[in-house]
Nanobody, 127 residues
């Protein structure tokens, strides 16, 4: 059974930084795509970033995070999201997800592509 656990969320002020981490257990395929999504109440889950376990290519789902957020991986079972210059509009629950395909072969910002999900971690940006 695959289990994803996110950590690192919290309440910060605009301009601050946070690093989210996601660690997976039960992964059976080292070739996979792990991604970060976020969701605010009443809105659809939005793809933030994705990265394959076998490539250095990084994918970002929205232009609003490019240059501020950086996705990284140090293993086939973990993914991190460094978030700089946080804005109030970044406030959301952030979810980690994984699928046994490489990011380049899927619509990496489409939540329906992913097989397993974490429970989410809240990020609140407010002054």
């Amino acid at each position: 059974q695959v289990r994803l656990v996110e950590s690192g969320g919290g309440s910060v002020q605009p301009g601050d930084s946070l690093t989210l981490s996601c660690r997976a257990s039960g992964i059976t395929d080292s070739r996979n795509c792990m991604a970060w999504f976020r969701q605010v109440p009443g809105k659809q889950r939005e793809g933030v970033a994705a990265m394959s376990s076998t490539s250095t290519w990084k994918y970002y789902g929205d232009s609003s995070v490019k240059g501020r957020f950086t996705v990284s991986r140090d293993s086939a079972t973990s993914v991190a999201l460094r978030m700089n210059s946080l804005k109030p509009e970044d406030t959301a629950v952030y979810y980690c997800a994984v699928v046994y395909q490489l990011c380049a072969t899927i619509s990496h910002s489409d939540e329906n592509e992913y097989s397993f999900w974490g429970q989410g971690t809240q990020v609140t940006v407010s002054s």
